[in-house]
C-alpha cells in the first residue's frame, strides 16, 4: 500500500528540491540595486497617509459574507446540474426549496439595507 504513494513522494521530493535551487539561484544571481524609494513602504504607489490601524466599516465585512454565501449557492449549483438527470425529482425539489431559502435570505438582506453602499 506504500507503494503507490511512493510516485508523489518523489514528485513533492523534485518540487521542494527545484523550487530550493531556482530561489536560491535568484536570490545569489539576481539584480540588486537598492535606493530609498524602492525600500520605502508604500501603499497603492503612494506613500501611506495614515495608520494603519483603522477601523472599517461593518458594512464591508456584511457583503463580503454575503458574497460568499451567494458564491457558495453557485458552487452547488453545478454539481447539482450535472447529476440531475440521476438524482430525478427528488433532486430537484430539494434544490428548489434550498435555492427558495437563499432567496428569501436576499430579499431580507435587501429590504434591510445590507446591500446598500453610501
Same mark, same amino acid.
Given at each position: 500500500?506504500?507503494?503507490? +504513494? /511512493?510516485?508523489?513522494?518523489? *514528485? ?5 528540491g527545484l523550487s530550493i535551487v531556482l530561489?536560491?539561484?535568484?536570490? @545569489? ?31 464591508? +465585512? /456584511?457583503?463580503?459574507?454575503? *458574497? ?15 447529476? @440531475?438527470d440521476k438524482i430525478g425529482l427528488f433532486g430537484l425539489f430539494s ?24
Amino acid at each position: 500500500m506504500v507503494e503507490g +504513494y /511512493l510516485p508523489i513522494l518523489i *514528485f513533492l521530493g523534485v518540487a521542494v528540491g527545484l523550487s530550493i535551487v531556482l530561489l536560491g539561484l535568484g536570490m @545569489l544571481l539576481g539584480p540588486r540595486h537598492p535606493d530609498e524609494e524602492k525600500d520605502s513602504p508604500f501603499e497603492c504607489g503612494f506613500a501611506a497617509f495614515e495608520d494603519a490601524r483603522i477601523k472599517f466599516d461593518i458594512r464591508y +465585512y /456584511l457583503v463580503a459574507i454575503l *458574497f460568499i454565501i451567494f458564491d457558495l449557492e453557485i458552487a452547488f449549483l453545478f454539481p447539482w446540474a450535472v447529476v @440531475l438527470d440521476k438524482i430525478g425529482l427528488f433532486g430537484l425539489f430539494s434544490m428548489g426549496i434550498f435555492l427558495l431559502i437563499l432567496i428569501v435570505g436576499f430579499i431580507y438582506e435587501w429590504k434591510q439595507g445590507a446591500l446598500e453602499w453610501e
